[in-house]
C-alpha cells in the first residue's frame, strides 16, 4: 500500500470546499439508501479500528453501525483493555494497528497525540474527538443545517457559551464554507489564539453579550460548560457560565426560523434550556441521527474517493 494517497481527516481544515461538496451530497445519497432499506456494501472486508480514550454515546455507536451498514467490520479497543493504557507509545499502536485494518478513528486527549499516531499510520485516520477539535460532529450539524434550511454559505451562526472542541472547529468551518459565526463566551474564558488561524479571523466575530450575539442568528448552537477532561473545573465554570445558557429570550433575538443545535449529551438548564432544547426550533435528533450518515460518507470518501453511483 503507497503512502501518498492516505488522507486523514484529523481537523475541519483538512477537506477543502470541493471536498466537502462532494461528501454531503455522498451522506445525502447514503442516508436515502438507508432509509430505503437498500443494501449497499462498498467496504466490504474492510475493518474499522476505533479507539477510545474518553467516553461515547454517539461516536462509538455511528461509526460501528456506519461501518457495519457499508460491509464492513468494527473494531471497539478502549484505553482500558488494550496496551495504550499500559503506556504503549501512540506511534507504536499507530504502526501495528494500521497493518491489521483498513481506517482508524481515535478519540482522544491532546490533537498532538492524535497526529503523532496519524503521521505512523498506513491508513487513513479520523478524529473521533479531542480536546482541540470536534469535525465529524460540525460535519453532521452542517449536514443538518443543508436539510432543514439549504446551503450554510451566508449565514449567520452564533455560538454561545464555551470556547471548546466544538467551536474551534465551527471556526474552521466557517472560513471554508462560507457562514458567519458571531461568538460569547464568559470573561475568563476567551478563544485560545494559538487554535485560531490568521486566515480565518474575517470568518468570525466576538462579542461580550450573549443575547447580542443570537440576533439575526439562523443558527444558535452550544455545548457543555465542562468538556470532557476538564471535570475539575466543573463548580467553578458552572458559576462563570450562568449567564450564558441559551434560553427563550435568547432564541428571540435570533431569526423567526432559526434553527438550535447541540452536538448532545445535554444539560438542561446549565448551557441550553428544557423548552429550547426540546422545542420546535431544535434539530438536536436529527443532528445525532446524522453522525451515521456522514461518518459513511466520510469512511467511503477516505478509502474508496469520489464514486458517481
Ligand atoms: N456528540 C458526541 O460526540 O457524542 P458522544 O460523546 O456520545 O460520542
Ligand atoms: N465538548 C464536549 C463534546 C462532547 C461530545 C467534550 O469534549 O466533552
Redesign the pocket.
Known amino acids: 500500500m503507497s503512502d501518498k494517497k492516505i488522507r486523514h481527516y484529523l481537523q475541519f481544515n483538512d477537506f477543502s470546499l470541493e471536498d466537502y461538496e462532494y461528501v454531503l451530497e455522498r451522506a445525502r445519497i447514503l442516508k436515502r439508501k438507508f432509509k430505503n432499506y437498500e443494501t449497499y456494501h462498498p467496504l466490504h472486508d474492510r475493518t474499522l479500528a476505533m479507539i477510545f480514550e474518553?467516553?461515547?454515546?454517539?461516536?462509538?455507536?455511528?461509526f460501528e453501525a456506519g461501518m457495519f451498514q457499508l460491509g464492513g467490520h468494527a473494531v471497539y479497543l478502549s484505553t482500558r483493555d488494550t496496551q495504550l493504557g499500559r503506556g504503549e507509545p501512540i506511534e507504536d499502536a499507530a504502526q501495528v494497528m494500521s497493518r491489521m485494518v483498513d481506517i482508524i478513528m481515535i478519540?482522544t486527549f491532546g490533537q498532538d497525540i492524535l497526529r503523532r499516531f496519524a503521521e505512523n499510520s498506513r491508513v487513513p485516520v479520523i478524529n473521533?474527538?479531542t480536546n482541540e477539535y470536534?469535525p465529524?460532529?460540525v460535519l453532521a450539524d452542517i449536514f443538518t443545517f443543508y436539510e432543514h434550511r439549504g446551503p450554510i454559505a451566508g449565514k449567520t451562526v452564533t455560538w454561545v457559551g464555551d470556547a471548546n472542541n466544538m467551536l474551534y472547529t465551527w471556526i474552521e468551518a466557517a472560513k471554508i464554507l462560507g457562514f458567519k459565526l458571531r461568538i460569547s463566551t464568559p470573561p475568563g474564558y476567551p478563544l485560545d489564539q494559538a487554535l485560531v488561524a490568521p486566515e480565518s479571523a474575517p470568518a468570525f466575530e466576538v462579542l461580550d453579550d450573549p443575547h447580542e450575539a443570537c440576533r439575526g442568528a439562523d443558527l444558535v448552537t452550544t455545548d457543555v460548560w465542562t468538556s470532557?477532561g476538564f471535570e475539575a473545573e466543573n463548580e467553578v465554570r458552572k458559576a462563570a457560565f450562568a449567564d450564558w445558557c441559551i434560553d427563550a429570550e435568547m432564541m428571540g433575538r435570533a431569526n423567526p426560523d432559526a434553527l438550535f443545535m447541540h452536538?448532545?449529551?445535554a444539560h438542561r438548564g446549565e448551557e441550553v434550556t428544557a423548552d429550547v432544547i426540546d422545542g420546535p426550533q431544535s434539530v438536536v435528533w436529527d443532528e445525532?441521527e446524522n453522525?451515521l450518515h456522514v461518518q459513511k460518507a466520510l469512511m467511503e470518501f477516505l478509502l474508496l474517493g469520489k464514486l458517481n453511483h
Not at 474518553?54 to 455511528?62: D, G, V
Open positions: 474518553k467516553h461515547s454515546t454517539r461516536t462509538r455507536l455511528s478519540r473521533g474527538l470536534h465529524c460532529q470532557m452536538c448532545l449529551p445525532a453522525r
